[in-house]
């Protein structure tokens, strides 16, 4: 039990190491991402087919980015302002 404590923090620390907002523009970026792969036709076949597992990441965030695309828009146009000006 107490090396799985370990490796956990371990890992919560290698994460934690990479700068949050780092963290917040590949997220949004891989939303974005899937949204886009959901409108292409043979894509969406390809990679959005699985709806669990690991595959299902991918159909989960092209949702996200769907049905939230106002809130995702605005919050990559703050996150841009964000890393072009005060950064």
Not at 3 to 27: C, H, T
Not at 53 to 81: D, E, N, P
Request: hydrophobic share 55%; aromatic share 20%; with cysteine.
């Amino acid at each position: 039990m107490k090396n799985q404590k370990n490796s956990f923090y371990s890992f919560l620390f290698l994460l934690l190491v990479y700068s949050f907002d780092g963290i917040l523009v590949f997220g949004l970026l891989f939303v974005c991402t899937c949204a886009y792969f959901r409108k292409v036709p043979r894509l969406k076949s390809w990679l959005l087919s699985e709806k669990k597992g690991v595959w299902g990441v991918f159909y989960k965030a092209a949702v996200i980015g769907t049905r939230l695309h106002v809130a995702v828009a605005l919050s990559c146009m703050v996150m841009a302002f964000y890393v072009l000006f005060i950064k």
